[in-house]
Every structure is written in C-alpha cells, then in structure tokens.
C-alpha cells in the first residue's frame, strides 16, 4: 500500500503567483522526506531532502529561494512554488525514510 | 558525476514474449538497485529491488546484478500488454546517502 500522499493531485496556476504541494507520511513518522521532479519525456530528479526541524538540503542547481521547503511536523513536508513560471511546470513527487524507494502519487503542476 | 543508462528504446515486444532491460551505472560503490514501472501520466511505481550479485525473482520479474560490469538488468516473462510503460533504473549508493540517481527510462510497448 501507499506509504505517502501528496496533495493537490494536480495543479494549474498563473504566472507569478505561488503554490503549495503537500507530502504525508501515512501511519509512520518521517524526519527526512525527498522532493523530486520529472519533466515531460525525463527522468527523475532529486530537488531537495527535507528535514524536520532544520533546513532543507538542496541538490546543485536547485533554487533555495524559489523552492521553499518546510518539514514541521514528523508527517508533513510541504513545498512552496513561488513566483511560477512555465518551466517550473513538471511532475512533483515525494517520498520518505525509511520508505524512500516508494514514492508518493505525484502532483502535476501547470503554470500558465 | 554519478550517471545511470538505459536504453531510451522504444522496446517493442509480441504478447508473451521475454522483455530484457538493460541498465549501466558509473558509480562503482553502489549497493542499492531498484527497477520501477511508470505508466504515463503517474508516478513510478516499484517492482523490483536487488542488492547483491546474481538473480533475483518475484512472479513474472527477474533482476540480474553484475556489480564487476556495474550492469543490471530487468527480465519480463510472459509479457503482457498491460506491462506497457516506462522502466525506470535507479541506483542508490548507501550508506547514509539516500538519494535516488535515475536512468532516463526504456519504453516497453508489449503488442497483442
């Protein structure tokens, strides 16, 4: 079964504004979940480990201003899109440890 | 730069027919290897893992590891039309590094 959820399922928003995706741990705790994307027609990316309680760790390349990470609570990390763009739309996805190698049901996020 | 292959394909198969996948990996200290299932438009799904050298089954799925050649392989007896999707490759290289590097995924297209 599912290890975690995520919502919204999908998304679209306008150009400039900002979004916020969920990600659940279900029935267990979870200090260090991952946020990845995957573009159309690519593969998966690891953006950032979220940690509860502390900063989020970010791949190379990945902006820290642009992709807001909060990991308050043992069963929740959020990430926060701001100032979206088209090529920010892509497939989001999350998973957590000590399940990482299952991810969540993604959400898709189309910026108009 | 840790780096994983595949074989963009498209693979195309006859219904019952053996799929073999093929995946290479740069990193020689990997130990963790995971084969997933992407059906388009949804999040990978895992079907197989494997960590130490030889074959692994599960039902229809074989996983082969060659850590020497730093290859592995995914092997789908009895292709059904239904195992039509993107495999996904990724390589984990333990320890207290969690992070997932992906292959850029081979299409499979199993024909009735």
């Known amino acids: 079964g599912a290890v975690v959820s995520q919502h919204p399922s999908w998304v679209i928003c306008k150009s400039g504004t900002s979004v916020k995706i969920e990600c659940r741990s279900l029935d267990f705790q979870a200090t260090t979940m991952f946020w990845y994307r995957q573009f159309p027609k690519q593969s998966l990316m690891l953006m950032a480990t979220s940690n509860e309680g502390s900063k989020a760790t970010y791949e190379q390349g990945v902006e820290k201003d642009k992709f807001l990470i909060n990991h308050a609570s043992l069963t929740l990390s959020t990430l926060t899109v701001t100032s979206a763009h088209p090529e920010d739309s892509s497939f989001y996805i999350c998973?957590?440890?000590?399940?990482?190698?299952?991810f969540g049901p993604g959400t898709r996020l189309t910026v108009t | 730069q840790k780096e994983v292959e595949q074989n963009s394909g498209p693979l195309s198969v006859p219904e019952g027919a053996i799929a073999s996948l093929n995946c290479t990996y740069s990193d020689r200290g990997s130990q963790s290897f995971f084969w997933y299932r992407q059906y388009s438009g949804k999040s990978p799904e895992l079907i197989m893992s494997?960590?130490?050298?030889g074959d692994k089954e599960d039902g229809r799925f074989t996983a082969q590891l060659n850590k020497a050649s730093q290859y592995v392989s995914l092997l789908i007896r009895d292709s059904q039309p239904s195992d039509s999707a993107t495999y996904l490759c990724?390589?984990?290289?333990?320890?207290?590094?969690?992070?997932?590097?992906f292959g850029k995924g081979t299409l499979l297209t199993v024909n009735p």
């Open positions: 998973s957590a440890l000590p399940y990482e190698q299952y």
């Open positions: 990724a390589v984990n290289s333990g320890g207290s590094n969690y992070k997932l590097t």
């Open positions: 494997i960590y130490s050298n």
